[in-house]
T-cell receptor
């Protein structure tokens, strides 16, 4: 069964203190791995899609990387406005359906 | 996210009433997904629909819950005879395709259902 595990559950950083969030996955036939950001009371906001091992995507202070078993979301010199819950999801080929399986997220708090 | 429209944003129902949640996908998107989220928990898949077809409803309770995505109009998630345990945030997402590039799903702002 497709599964996504994110770590850590929560992370507190000082402004400017770089770190990485981990997303480990097991999926039958990866079609895509997705990163989202979710602010309290809001819907998830799409950040990146990664399709194959070795692929990297970058946007401002965020960089997502992918291996055959896990993905990392690197946050460089974070700012307080980067505080949010970061969600990872995979889409596999299991049973011919294309649902997105989500992890439980990493709650990031960046302190000024 | 504003392009995926969900309404209402907040819905209060008494136990035993029906809740009807609506989702209009992004323009050009023909794939709709419904997810449920409890506080401090991840998004749980409920159902995946294409126009006039339910493709995967494996995450949806067998009783009281139903979903549709008609040829015209929004997708509807219906919960009959609501119970307190149905209180949650329900999110809709849409995507343009399921293969190749650009298969990411875009989410609406959700409907927060409270059963009293």
């Amino acid at each position: 069964e497709d599964q996504v595990t994110q770590s850590p559950e929560a992370l507190r950083l000082q402004e400017g203190e770089s770190s990485s969030l981990n997303c480990s996955y097991t999926v039958s036939g990866l079609r895509g791995l997705f990163w989202y950001r979710q602010d309290p009371g809001k819907g998830p906001e799409f950040l990146f899609t990664l399709y194959s091992a070795g692929e990297e995507k970058e946007k401002e202070r965020l960089k997502a990387t992918l291996t055959k078993k896990e993905s990392f979301l690197h946050i460089t010199a974070p700012k307080p406005e980067d505080s949010a819950t970061y969600l990872c999801a995979v889409q596999g080929e299991t049973s011919g359906t294309y649902k997105y399986i989500f992890g439980t997220g990493t709650r990031l708090k960046v302190l000024a | 996210n504003a392009d995926v429209m969900q309404n209402p944003r907040h819905l209060v129902r008494r136990r035993g009433q029906e809740a009807r949640l609506r989702c209009s996908p992004m323009k050009g998107h023909s794939h709709v997904y419904w997810y449920r989220q409890l506080p401090e928990e991840g998004l749980k898949f409920m159902v995946y629909l294409q126009k006039e077809n339910i493709i995967d409803e494996s995450g949806m309770p067998k009783e009281r819950f139903s979903a549709e995505f008609p040829k015209e109009g929004p997708s509807i998630l219906r919960i009959q005879q609501v119970v307190r345990g149905d209180s949650a945030a329900y999110f809709c997402a849409s995507s343009p395709r399921t293969g190749g590039a650009n298969t990411e799903a875009f989410f609406g702002q959700g409907t927060r259902l409270t059963v009293v």
